[in-house]
């Protein structure tokens, strides 16, 4: 069982950014391990930082859950997003190699 940081955040692009250009910012919700959301928090700034995403704000609340329950969690969350995010499988894999996960981005121009 691993524990799972939920940390939101308010992006806009860089000129490096793997947002399209038409778009200048979005909110999105990191997913990330760490000893504790200070630290899953740092991973999730430096992931937005390497794909040329600025963070203008941490959002709050930030969340907890367990790995385990990632199918569960976008299902009620994003039910029309299901086919385009990780599936369990890879996303456990993720949280065991310390990556940070994107969830869907709520774009705006």
């Not at 899953?40 to 937005?48: G, I, P, R, Y």
């Amino acid at each position: 069982m691993t524990k799972v940081f939920i940390i939101p955040f308010h992006v806009t692009r860089t000129e490096q950014s793997i947002m399209p250009p038409d778009i200048s910012g979005a909110y999105v919700s990191c997913y990330s391990v760490g000893q504790n959301y200070i630290e899953a928090t740092e991973k999730s700034l430096k992931k937005l930082s390497q794909d040329g995403l600025h963070p203008q704000e941490i959002l709050q609340p930030i969340h907890e859950m367990i790995s385990e329950d990632w199918t569960k969690h976008i299902s009620e969350m994003w039910p029309d997003h299901v086919a385009s995010l990780l599936t369990q499988s890879e996303f456990e894999d993720a949280m065991v190699n310390a990556r940070v996960v994107y969830g869907p981005f709520g774009s705006y121009a």
